[in-house]
């Protein structure tokens, strides 16, 4: 699921970020108000998608960095990949590596 408030706050932040206002926010996306640009970064509501994709492009970072999910990204394992023996090779250092002490 989308987090709101985290998502509001990263969208500030990136606005800081290219050194720009909430009125020139407003002003690119045509708004005829900014109060719903606070409430993207109060977290009380999220910008329609048609806004994501504006300020995606007026960033100039895809829709995905603009948005905060709520749930921790998961590494799935695959038998045979390079994920996985690095996995197996990092157990076996820890291994070895308790054995000095």
């Known amino acids: 699921m ?29 708004l005829s108000a900014p109060q719903s640009i606070y409430h993207w970064f109060d977290g009380r509501n999220l910008p ?5 994709y504006a300020l995606s492009e007026l960033f100039h970072i895809p829709v ?10 998961e590494y799935r394992q695959i038998e045979g990949s390079t994920y996985q023996r690095l ?6 250092i820890m291994q070895l590596k308790a054995g000095w002490n």
Do not use: S
């Open 48 to 52: 329609t998608l048609d806004n994501l």
């Open 2 to 30: 989308i987090d709101i408030k985290r998502t509001g706050q990263n969208i500030r932040h990136i606005m800081q970020m290219h050194g720009m206002t909430v009125k020139d926010i407003q002003a690119f996306l045509g």
């Open 64 to 73: 995905d960095a603009l948005i905060i999910g709520n749930r921790e990204f």
């Open 87 to 92: 996995i197996i090779y990092h157990e076996k």
